[in-house]
């Protein structure tokens, strides 16, 4: 009802049948569906039974998940109130509508009062986006998200990709900001034009192993290797003119509020947060200015009305729970009819832009990557984060019902008892907004649940709080009155409306930094080389006692250790906590499940048939290999390194069962090394093993297996005479390879048939079995 391609069926098919019932079921508990839901009751007639149809509106949804379905509250009340036009509870309004208002698109099926307010709203627009040429959609779409998207810029240097991009998606753009939270691979040049591939040799490689997944891409249903103007690595949908602007709005398509963020450039936002392009000549005013009307309840209220509701991912097998947790796909569609006052809100977008950046600032992943660490700088940066936040809140608090007051919504009695000057109000935390007020005592007079406060972190209070300024204590005093006495304010300030402020605690989000600042003084390339005899540098393993060992005489390391696990830890320990999950094990048969090697093998094909092709110049109709599933994966951290792609995003190489007889710790390499030096890393690994440890045939198989893997790759891209080493890796190795074999007697397919042993699993106590 609210989607583009129901436009037809409400304007064009249904003219056509004589409906007689519209109920609105989205707030009902039907088991086994999160979806929002309507129930249509009618036939197709000559003529019809009547000049209106029975419709009811949804209020209120299921406050927790009934033991019975059939007894929920919004169920029943749906069925005692459809026979009674008129009729309104807590739960579902009932109301006859003339057949000429659902003649019309999109629907909205939102009762106790909710339509009245929305023509209000309307009826104090000044202008559009569209009326004011704002053009609005994506930027950016690679119609293949994991073959460009890397986590962060390390991984991009450690793949030596010669050129990336911050990207945003949309669930980054919060709270008036966007920090990227990773990096795509970027074909394009300064001017946005296509980069030759034969220029950009690391980018090649990377793309190389996906290249006919790339290729059977679709554009608008086109294949791209069917569109002359594409090249195969390119994005899918590159909208040149938005990224040209210096400034753009960009806002999540898809979220359970409105969030709208100022970008100045440099930046690229994916397909899940669309930008809004002003005018050529816009200032920056211009943009902060619609950015706080964007960004206020009303602004929510408004495009939860148009906007398609998407459930929240069928929590408890079809309860959706609380109404605020539902997420909406916010449309251009929808945006360019959006009713702007004709007085915006310039002061308040320009003052929570600059206190979000500042905020973005202090957040510790910034703090920990720009400074010396220590726990009095992490919690003076605390504090600081804690009261800037602490201000942004209380802004958009006032944001919010200054935003009524240019929408017409106050008198002027209301907007001289409403309205505060924003300098005199105190820092707020969660729970101390007017609406939240009211619904804490709600809560202690037993009206209402919610997991509001639970779900937030935050403490539910029933009375306005006594250090407040006087002033502001009576305002708010006076808010609470009139969210209780007018019904249409009320619809507003509901937690569905009112800006979650949602965000992960501070101590977790420090622990991660101190973690990735740890993961990134192992990664340091120094650690993972060392010179030979005629000066060259060269892979060198590490298990993870050795790299602690290395990394002990780093005073820097020792300490921030000691702000990640506490005073006592031993930093070999740290280390082993922290590589847990970033690293991905050599060989094939150490990360897929069977269903995941009967991929691998298609994939191996695809790579045969594209080298046949990069050999004869000739094109060839490949299959595309069937994408991996995290079940493909013997481990969910190797999942999340790899993806569908497998794409090689982890910081280290694991070598299961390599480490030395006297050190049983995890024997790690450095993801940073190519092809030939992982090679070599496994030809020093073979020789360390067989000749310092004494190990036979059956111990060193693993090895031999993941060079003879590693090969491929190898004579791919380093078949050439290396002038470092006056030879061909490529010949070298593989001369070494066979000499291994036949020393040990085995073959390519001993090796391709190599298993891990399966582990044994022992008696249960107690002599079950």
Not at 106 to 125: N, V
Request: proline fraction near 6%; charge should be negative; hydrophobic fraction near 35%.
């Amino acid at each position: 009802m609210k989607r583009e391609f129901g436009k037809k069926l409400i304007e064009e098919y249904f003219p056509n049948i004589d409906l007689t019932y519209v109920v609105d079921t989205s707030g009902a508990y039907i088991p086994g569906h999160g979806t929002p839901t309507v129930i249509l009751i009618g036939r197709r007639r000559y003529a019809r039974a009547g000049s209106t149809i029975r419709t009811v509106l949804g209020v209120r949804g299921e406050p927790s998940q009934p033991l019975d379905p059939a007894l929920g509250l919004v169920w029943q009340a749906i069925i005692s109130q459809v026979g009674r036009p008129g009729s309104e509870s807590e739960w579902v309004s009932a109301v006859d509508f003339e057949r000429n208002y659902l003649a019309k698109y999109p629907w909205s099926l939102s009762g106790g009062g909710a339509g009245g307010l929305r023509t209000s709203i309307e009826g104090a627009r000044a202008s559009t986006p569209k009326e004011r040429d704002f053009a609005i959609g994506f930027s950016a779409i690679t119609a293949e998200d994991d073959a460009f998207f890397l986590p962060d810029d390390m991984t991009l240097q450690r793949l030596r990709v010669e050129h990336g991009r911050p990207m945003v998606t949309g669930d980054v753009v919060r709270d008036f900001g966007s920090a990227p939270d990773i990096i795509s691979v970027w074909p394009y040049d300064e001017n946005l034009q296509v980069r030759e591939l034969n220029e950009n040799p690391s980018m090649a490689i990377f793309f190389w192993p996906r290249r006919r997944v790339m290729q059977r891409r679709k554009r608008f249903g086109t294949l791209i290797e069917n569109i002359p103007s594409l090249q195969w690595y390119e994005f899918g949908e590159l909208y040149r003119d938005k990224l040209r602007t210096p400034r753009r709005i960009a806002f999540a398509f898809v979220a359970t509020h409105n969030h709208f963020v100022l970008d100045r450039g440099g930046r690229v936002f994916n397909r899940s947060a669309p930008v809004i392009k002003l005018p050529e000549g816009a200032s920056e005013d211009d943009h902060l200015a619609l950015l706080g009307v964007l960004n206020s309840s009303t602004a929510c209220f408004w495009l939860k009305q148009v906007s398609h509701g998407k459930g929240n991912g069928g929590v408890n097998e079809g309860y959706r729970g609380d109404e605020w947790e539902e997420f909406y796909e916010f449309t251009g569609t929808k945006l360019e009819q959006f009713p702007l006052p004709g007085d915006l809100p310039l002061a308040f977008g320009r003052e929570l832009d600059g206190l979000a950046q500042k905020l973005a600032a202090l957040e510790p992943s910034v703090v920990c990557a720009e400074t010396t660490l220590t726990r009095s700088r992490l919690d003076v940066a605390r504090g600081e984060y804690e009261h800037t936040r602490g201000r942004m809140i209380a802004l958009q608090e006032e944001l919010d019902w200054d935003v009524y007051r240019r929408y017409g919504l106050l008198d002027e009695a209301e907007v001289r008892d409403l309205i505060t000057v924003p300098e005199k109000v105190p820092e707020l935390r969660l729970g101390q907004r007017a609406f939240e007020i009211a619904i804490a005592r709600k809560m202690k007079a037993g009206e209402l649940e919610t997991q509001w406060f639970a779900r937030h972190g935050s403490t539910p209070i029933t009375e306005i709080p006594a250090d407040w300024p006087q002033d502001y204590r009576d305002v708010v005093a006076k808010r609470i009155k009139t969210i209780e006495r007018r019904r249409d304010i009320g619809l507003i300030e509901r937690p569905e409306c009112k800006r979650r402020w949602l965000s992960e605690p501070w101590e977790k989000q420090e622990h991660a930094a101190l973690g990735n600042w740890l993961l990134g003084r192992c990664e340091d390339r120094d650690l993972w080389y060392v010179t030979d005899h005629q000066g060259n540098q060269q892979p060198r393993p590490m298990t993870v006692n050795r790299l602690a060992d290395r990394l002990r005489g780093d005073a820097d390391v020792v300490s921030v250790a000691r702000l990640f696990s506490g005073p006592d830890a031993d930093l070999a320990d740290v280390l082993e906590v922290i590589i847990a999950e970033e690293h991905v094990p050599f060989l094939v048969k150490f990360r897929h499940t069977g269903e995941g090697l009967l991929k691998r093998i298609l994939w191996e094909e695809t790579w045969d048939q594209q080298r046949e092709e990069d050999r004869t110049g000739q094109r060839l109709e490949i299959d595309v290999p069937p994408k991996y599933k995290k079940e493909d994966f013997l481990r969910t951290s190797y999942w999340n390194q790899r993806g569908k792609l497998d794409v090689p995003k982890e910081r280290f190489i694991s070598y299961p069962g390599a480490s030395p007889d006297s050190d049983d710790s995890l024997l790690l390499g450095w993801s940073g090394w190519d092809h030939r030096e992982q090679a070599l890393a496994l030809i020093t690994l073979i020789e360390e093993r067989s000749t310092t440890d004494g190990w036979d045939a059956e111990r060193l198989t693993p090895l031999l297996a993941g060079l003879l893997e590693v090969m491929p790759w190898v004579r791919q891209w380093h078949s050439k005479v290396d002038q470092t080493f006056g030879a061909s890796p490529a010949y070298e190795y593989d001369t070494y390879l066979t000499s291994q074999r036949e020393k040990y007697g085995l073959t390519d397919d001993d090796l391709r048939g190599w298993a891990p042993p399966v582990a044994k699993r022992g008696r249960r106590r107690g002599g079950g079995a």
